[in-house]
């Protein structure tokens, strides 16, 4: 796949066939995530891969719960969606991938840069993905951490989920950047 169709065409997937993602993809989708440039070249990933879906169920409920008690100011639309039984943050997707980072000045930035790539790298393999903010608060609580087992030190950033999508994500039109020029 051309980098531009990938940058173009890689969308927020949230509608997921059930079929497993084979390990061997996982692994190559995570090879490429750790491509991703780091600050001073630390490398400071760690990657946690649950497929298990008692356990995106209960992480899935949690966070919800987490987000209904801990937001202040929530939109209507998105206090309707966790405040309903049916909603699952991870769309029911086969799999969730949570990039973590050795806490510290850059945590954030190092784990967002491994995430994109895996993203892309997903579209590439015909596999849809999202970042699911809704999980990401919980997953840092101790609960959370404890959930996945999360080594000491790391903090959760990037909760990812994969999996075959099971519709086509439009594109969305994308306004014109603030664009300043400074010569």
């Known amino acids: 796949m051309e980098l531009r169709q990938a940058l173009y065409g890689r969308r927020a997937t949230r509608a997921f066939m059930r079929d497993a993602v084979p390990r061997?993809?996982?692994e190559a989708l995570v090879d490429a995530a750790i491509q991703a440039p780091?600050?001073?070249?630390e490398q400071p990933w760690h990657f946690t891969i649950i497929e298990n879906e008692a356990l995106l169920d209960k992480i899935s409920d949690e966070s919800k719960k987490f987000m209904l008690q801990t937001?202040?100011?929530?939109?209507?639309?998105?206090h309707e969606h966790l405040a309903s039984p049916e909603f699952h943050v991870?769309?029911?997707a086969p799999v969730l991938v949570v990039i973590a980072a050795k806490a510290g000045d850059w945590a954030v930035e190092n784990a967002t840069l491994?995430?994109?790539?895996l993203m892309l790298a997903a579209y590439g393999q015909g596999l849809g993905s999202c970042w699911i903010g809704f999980a990401q608060h919980w997953l840092g609580t101790e609960e959370g951490r404890e959930a996945i087992a999360l080594d000491e030190g790391y903090m959760p950033v990037a909760p990812i989920i994969l999996g075959y999508?099971?519709?086509i994500a439009l594109p969305?039109?994308?306004?014109r950047p603030r664009l300043r020029w400074i010569d």
């Open 24 to 26: 061997v993809v996982l």
């Open 38 to 41: 780091s600050a001073v070249n």
């Open 71 to 78: 937001s202040r100011k929530l939109p209507e639309r998105l």
């Open 90 to 92: 991870f769309y029911h």
């Open 114 to 117: 491994a995430a994109e790539n």
């Open 165 to 167: 999508p099971s519709a």
């Open 172 to 175: 969305v039109a994308r306004n």
